[in-house]
């Protein structure tokens, strides 16, 4: 059933193209175009929910949500470092990558639950922005220790100024004070086309998850297990988060999918910049090349069983 | 046509540093740049410019031939051991040599 | 009437901006872009339409028409070798352009049947699909007999794995396996918007043809009577074929577009690899520079014409 | 209340973004594809407005327009050499641009009084591409004189056939000659999705406004101010003709904002092959630094202000 | 490798200039011409390619002394005052010497 | 800036060509190739790069001698005949001469 979602199976279908070495690619202009909207949409969707409510646990929450991308990096280096035997910069870039998260998991989870008719948090939008940036210093830290030069002056803009934060939190922030009224006319772009092009963006990440597989090859097996035992991991946090903060169930999932995705745009370039010395490769094949298609494909109903499970054991536990 | 030789500095790199390294090179005395986008493969595999973050960019310096070493030294130290890059130089006749430094 | 649909009035627009050397083109991206969404919305209509029926004939029907294929190469190269005694190697390249079809002029055909409300066969883009390839080994053949390395590897390869086919027959499959339901919250972007993407590519086929003319005018008059007397040729043909498969009215018209119409992106790139002594600008002269509008201005409606007429002498025949 | 427009709040992000020097870029090419769909829709939807009606005046209306780019164009050569002791190049290379209209500020008008749903005139988009012309050829004389070699033919071709020109008169005869029913199944590419792309245009119009502030700074007060001051003279001058031409409201204001708008693009690439020796920063700080932001956010409202007012005054002169 | 020497003349200027150069270029008797889009930064500032207009083309022209010289003087008399330009030449080995004039 | 000399080898041909064109190159000892889209004119007329096929690409080896050398020759013999191609060679100061073979 939920293979036949057509924006699955357009992932498999760039997949398919991809190992096939077929000619089948997007113009670098039209993945940016595409990704640009998908975090337009996200952003504009959240901040009109946002306006609808009251949110005073927000402060609280994003704090909470930020601690566990802390935790979640850090869970990651120990397991890389000392299972994985990796060198210190390798294991602490891949751990960035992981404790961050990926715009493309949460949208194919959007996607999910709407399908489904069931309900999250309206500030989803802001957690999946404010979850890029801890893991990248604790990255940071964790390569260099407090003692180096860390340009992190250049690492800030970078995270804060880069595209993916400004565009979701610029979203976020026009949803919130244009209202659903005003946004109106401009939802056909924005909205109802969402899945169209969520699903023209899958076929480009099918074609670059097929380029990553070579790769993958050359760096073995402990990659590969890396990257779908993580997940598991994170999502089993990500959702013991969600019920401590009280969510609702839809929510409670939604934050083990964050939680279980890996970074694949704001990591590696910061990390480029600032652990310059870690092979940009071994994170890549790990997060595209593994976590994301494990995630797309089986992880997403396995976090919402899990959700759903928890909820029973529990009843919600929340503050 | 009034001539006089120059050095062209030819760089490819990620498109990562771009930001950076245009600053590093009007720093080092280069009186201006060109760059094109582009994609290719070296010691570091292949970088197919898929989406904007894994091409390269070519970046072209004419200057005189202490600029050139300046910014060749400068590159080498600070890139060269963890970034894909490739850097070479070839001599050129420019015009309006005033123009290059 | 006809003239009157925006689609061709964007095409002569083209046309007329290129002619007179206007500074108006798409960027290669955009033309990416466009020709991607209607090769996707192409197939996914017809897998949403195939899933709804049986087709038990299908296996014959596609042999028929592959067979159709071949015999309008063979017959355009008899043409181009033997009256218009064109070099063996360039008669045979624009015989395989001849041979298989054009997404595009299929596209403005859907359009013409559309407006009119007439049915035709869901199997049909898979059809369009089909018939790119038969017409390519025939030209190969042609070219170089069987006896040297004919790089058919390499050819198959481009082939089956172009873009064209990968996203046509993808989109096929993507919409017969997720069926009309599941597709439905994409059909905003495939579906609602077609018309008006067709229109933007007809516009960069308008400034494309135009800049056919220059060739056109030093290859001279054979290769436009070539142009124009072939596809009413291929009609025919490709009628007959309709009716004897037993095909409806819409379908038999189509499948007369379709034989009518030739290749502008999968053959040239085939023919470039494999019959690289051929002149590339000549097939791409004749067949966008003459036959492509000729088709879309007037052909068509002829089409559908000498289709209705064959329909009231035979009554349908079919198997 | 305007402030919550989320096509104005989408050119603040892109500001703000620039100013901050984040990443954030549209591709050329998607600059282009955006710009390409806004013309066109601009254009289509005044060629069917006027299909519906007689255009008796329109000829009368066409001329009197050119004598307004004329004559703003004049006014501001006046300003920028004796007031501003401008270098005569540079006095009449500006001068053309605020001659000339902006399709961005013409768009956002157009958003603007449809929000409030306020007709205008018909003829609207016509007048726009007419306004391009004139102060061109102004701008050219008053630079060169009548003497010397003045590359007409060229510039000519390179306003008629500029890229503006063509899709906006393109899309103008193709909405006339189709109609509104023949138009119908593009509407949802063209119109649906208008606001949209008028939103994700204003975000890149933002980003490079921001880009001019630096100029801005180099060239000083005097072109702030003149940017500022020269559209509030330009709009009066245009709710004056708007009056003389006895148009409703909405079109006498419209007037206003095109009169009050600057272009940067035909003009822009005119300039540069006419009147090289003119420096192309000033007219873009100007007219992209300090008009356009100051049109969009605070200058419409006020235009419209004004024209009430003026109506109000004389209840509507007209012929 | 039946190898001669030529001159590869590159122009890195305004896109807005792009067919007036080309026109230029084939009338003073070069037999063919290379475009790649570019962006950059020189005397007049910035050149970041935003949108169409406001990038550069970067020109290569491989042509034999004269024709060099011809284009080279040209584009100086013509351009090089009031477009942004720079122009430079190099020695190249080519394999087809007739193809280039 | 501790440089030696090698070859730099520039083709400019038809954008069909790229993925066998690459496969040769390799397979022929290049360490390495650097791709850009063009467009352009030459003997085979406009190349506009209205569409990806009717494109040209400018691809770049850094080599030694005998690699370029043997590259030219294999894309004389293969290719010159039939395609849109054009190919030169100049000499460029590299720094790291071991990574290009
Ligand atoms: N031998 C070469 N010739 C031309 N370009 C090269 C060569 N080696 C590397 N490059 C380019 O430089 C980039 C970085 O090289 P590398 O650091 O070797 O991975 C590659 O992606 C290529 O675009
Ligand atoms: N020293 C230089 N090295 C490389 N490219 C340059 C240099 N100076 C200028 N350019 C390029 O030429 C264009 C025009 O230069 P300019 O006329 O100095 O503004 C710039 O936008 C750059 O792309
Ligand atoms: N003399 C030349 N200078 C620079 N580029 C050239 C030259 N001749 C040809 N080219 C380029 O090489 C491509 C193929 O050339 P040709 O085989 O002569 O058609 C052309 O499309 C141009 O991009
Ligand atoms: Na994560
Ligand atoms: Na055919
Ligand atoms: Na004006």
Known sequence: MTMLDPVLLFFLLGLTAG???SELRLPAAVYDLISMLLLLAIGLKGGVELAKQPFSALAWQTLAVMGMGSLLALLAFGVLRFVGRLPRADAASIAAHYG???????????DYFTNRQIDFEAQMPLLLAVLEIPAILVGILLARGLSRDMRLGVVAREVFLGKGIVLLVGGLLIGWI????????????????????LALFLLEMGLITAAQFGSLRRYGL??????????????TVGIAVGLGLGMSLGGTAMLGILAASASYIAVPAAMRISVPEANPTLSLAAA??????FNVLVGIPIYHAMATHAFELTGGLGP | MNSTTRKL????TES?????????????????????DARGKGHRGLRSAAWDESGNIRIEVVCDDVTARAIADHLQARYYEHYGMILFVSEVAVLRPEKFG
């Open chain 1, 288 to 293: 595209l090349g593994v976590t994301f298609p």
């Open chain 2, 16 to 36: 990562a540093l771009e930001r950076t390294l245009v600053e590093d090179i009007e720093r080092l005395g280069a009186h201006g740049y060109t760059i094109t």
């Open chain 1, 178 to 197: 244009a209202g659903p009224e005003e946004l109106a006319p401009i939802t056909p772009l924005f909205f109802d086309l969402f899945k169209g092009i």
């Open chain 1, 100 to 110: 961050s998260v990926s715009v493309a998991t949460y949208a194919v989870g959007v």
């Open chain 1, 19 to 21: 190992l096939l070495r």
């Open chain 2, 9 to 12: 500095l030819t760089v490819i």
């Open chain 1, 222 to 235: 402990f990659l590969v297990l890396f990257g779908i035992c993580m997940p598991l991991i994170s999502s």
